[in-house]
């Protein structure tokens, strides 16, 4: 499986390449990162055939998780990515906002990757 993980917050790239090792010589999951909403588009605009999972962060400058994801749910609809939305606000108000766009999951951050993994598995 594919996931593209978009954060402003380069660390993240190491960070999810060290959680993930083993997944990721399995060849069981690969990892693209964006580190902006525009820069997600562009690289989904450049794979529209590839079926991924996408980690999208809420806060980020520029374009924000939210108005990526009202994108991603109007515009690439075949093959539907599951999208998931990861905040450090775990507030009503975002979680309600996410939802209502199509979100199909929410995390908050710090992430727990075991949690994470485990949500990974069911739509594996």
């Known amino acids: 499986m594919k996931i593209l993980v978009v954060d402003d917050e380069q660390d993240v790239q190491l960070l999810f390449q060290q959680r993930f090792r ?3 010589r399995n060849n069981e999951l690969t990892f693209v990162f964006a580190f902006s909403g525009e820069e997600a588009l562009t ?6 055939s590839e079926a991924v999972l996408i980690l999208s962060d809420i806060n980020m400058p520029g374009m924000s998780g939210l108005e990526l994801l009202k994108t991603i749910k ?3 609809v ?3 990515p599951v999208v998931m939305m990861i905040t450090a606000y775990g507030d009503k108000e975002n ?3 996410a939802i209502e766009l199509g979100a199909d999951d929410f995390l908050t ?3 727990e990757f075991d ?3 485990e949500k990974l598995k069911a739509i594996l």
């Open 95 to 97: 979680y309600d906002i």
């Open 22 to 24: 083993k997944e990721i």
């Open 43 to 48: 690289y989904l605009g450049e794979h529209t």
């Open 78 to 80: 075949k093959p539907p």
């Open 115 to 117: 949690i994470l993994k």
């Open 109 to 111: 951050k710090p992430v």
């Open 74 to 76: 109007k515009d690439f």
